[in-house]
């Protein structure tokens, strides 16, 4: 899986593309078929935002989160991005 960090007013530290790396391997257990992610870090006033589009065979998948910690936000894009994932795969093998 190809991952793109990108960060929009926000320093991207070798620890923040490390953590985001070592929690996108979490969803790729689930799913095998994820071809490439596109994660947007960004801070806007107070808030941390992190945005992730994931390209899957069969599908696109697309999650945000905002909280004041930036690792904070990142945890719940995970978290719902491994809920559409699971979500996904099971309406594949039902068509199937």
Request: glycine fraction near 4%; hydrophobic fraction near 35%.
């Amino acid at each position: 899986m190809q991952i793109n960090i990108t960060g929009h007013h926000v320093e991207l530290t070798d620890a923040l593309n490390e953590y985001v790396r070592t929690k996108f391997d979490r969803l790729e257990r689930h799913f095998d078929n994820i071809t490439n992610a596109q994660v947007t870090l960004s801070v806007e006033k107070q808030r941390q935002k992190a945005e992730a589009d994931i390209h899957l065979a069969g599908g696109e998948v697309f999650a945000s989160n905002e909280h004041d910690d930036m690792y904070a936000a990142i945890d719940g894009m995970v978290d719902k991005l491994d809920r559409q994932i699971i979500k996904h795969k099971e309406k594949m093998k039902s068509h199937k």
